[in-house]
């Protein structure tokens, strides 16, 4: 199964926007990579998949090279409300749901 | 898309006594997950529980310590038994989405603190 490594922790202010990388350098070929948010006291909430290539949604954009060994959650204008905890993970979402999370990377948006 | 109902949200239980978490989806699902999260780390699978079918545990996870329930296609409970401070951790129950919604929906959570 693929490992996945994403930073501990990043700072940003209100405004901007974030951009959080992750590696999986042993992807396989069925695995979807997928990132959760996680408030305190609340379980992580679905922000945005992808197979290759770009994906954007309402909330976020996700882009994946062609190798697929990492991928990087672009969030656009950031308030203070996206402060919370970001898991990259990979896995057969739909399939086994054998899934491999990341350590996650918490995320404070300053004012 | 999925609603999970998860009880208790949190508890504090004394060494060596149980607890059964409860999990009700509003809609019905093959495959249910159990997580553990411990204090400020991320989610560990403990097991997968299909209706009809016994557990599957996790590396690391034994059905002795962590029994599953799973009566129906719509709710499953998870009991942490002969509990020991080392259990105090927050554990989620998943369920994949419906209708071609393959992602996974959560609980709220279940905060146990063991003394």
């Known amino acids: 199964l693929a490992k996945t490594t994403q930073p501990i922790s990043m700072d940003s202010y209100e405004g901007q926007e974030v951009n959080i990388t992750c590696s999986h350098n042993n992807i396989a070929t069925n695995d979807y990579i997928t990132w959760y948010q996680q408030f305190p006291s609340q379980g992580p909430r679905f922000i945005i998949q992808?197979?290759?290539?770009?994906v954007t949604n309402e909330v976020a954009s996700l882009f994946i090279p062609a190798d697929r060994k990492s991928s990087t959650l672009s969030l656009p204008r950031v308030s203070l409300s996206d402060t919370a905890v970001y898991y990259c993970?990979?896995?057969?979402?739909?399939?086994?749901?054998?899934?491999?999370w990341g350590a996650g990377t918490k995320l404070i948006i300053k004012p | 898309s999925a609603v999970i109902s998860q009880k208790p949200s949190r508890d504090i239980c004394q060494r060596g006594t149980s607890l059964t978490i409860q999990c009700q989806v509003d809609?019905?699902?093959?495959?249910m997950f159990w997580y553990r999260q411990q204090p400020g780390q991320s989610l560990t699978l403990i097991a997968t529980a299909n209706q009809g079918s016994e557990a599957t545990y996790e590396s690391g996870f034994v059905i002795d310590k962590f029994p599953i329930s799973r009566p129906n296609l719509t709710f499953s409970t998870l009991t942490v038994s002969n509990m020991s401070p080392e259990d105090s951790s927050i554990y989620l129950c998943s369920v994949p989405g419906t209708g071609g919604d393959e992602k996974l929906f959560f609980g709220s959570g279940t905060q146990l603190s063991v003394l």
């Open positions: 809609s019905q699902v093959t495959m």
């Open positions: 993970l990979v896995g057969d979402m739909g399939g086994t749901y054998q899934l491999i």
């Open positions: 992808g197979y290759k290539t770009k």
